[in-house]
């Protein structure tokens, strides 16, 4: 099992930046990848964007392309999500995940959850 633990979501004002954290802990030797997904009320969740443990390869879904930046520190077991010019459609709750597969950016590829950090953007 992994457990995952996402924090740093909150209430901002558009054109804000904010960090996500994700912290890993128990068999965290087998997941290869890391992604995030972000779930606005009402919608499906969404992929943001996800990377490698090993090779720290990211890759980034259209939504959020050019607002984001993922990020890992393999020694804290962490994943980051930096996210700037936040706008009031960004408004969702963000997902951490983890998956044994090398290469996922839907939902169902990813085996293990974090329970979700809100993230409000007021205009």
């Known amino acids: 099992q992994v457990q995952l633990v996402e924090s740093g979501g909150g209430l901002v004002q558009a054109g804000d930046s904010l960090r996500l954290s994700c912290t890993a802990s128990?068999?965290?030797?087998?997941?290869?990848?890391m992604g995030w997904f972000r779930q606005a009320p009402g919608k499906e969740r969404e992929f943001v964007a996800r990377?490698?443990?090993?090779?720290?390869?990211?890759y980034y879904g259209d939504s959020m392309k050019g607002r984001v930046t993922i990020s890992r520190d393999n020694a804290k077991n962490t994943v980051y999500l930096q996210i700037y010019s936040l706008k009031p459609e960004d408004t969702a709750v963000y997902f951490c995940?983890?998956?044994?597969?090398?290469?996922?950016?839907?939902?169902?590829?990813?085996?293990?959850w974090g329970q979700g950090t809100q993230v409000t953007v007021s205009s």
């Open positions: 128990g068999r965290t030797f087998s997941s290869n990848t």
């Open positions: 995940a983890a998956t044994s597969w090398a290469w996922a950016v839907v939902p169902s590829h990813y085996n293990y």
């Open positions: 990377i490698g443990w090993s090779d720290g390869y990211a």
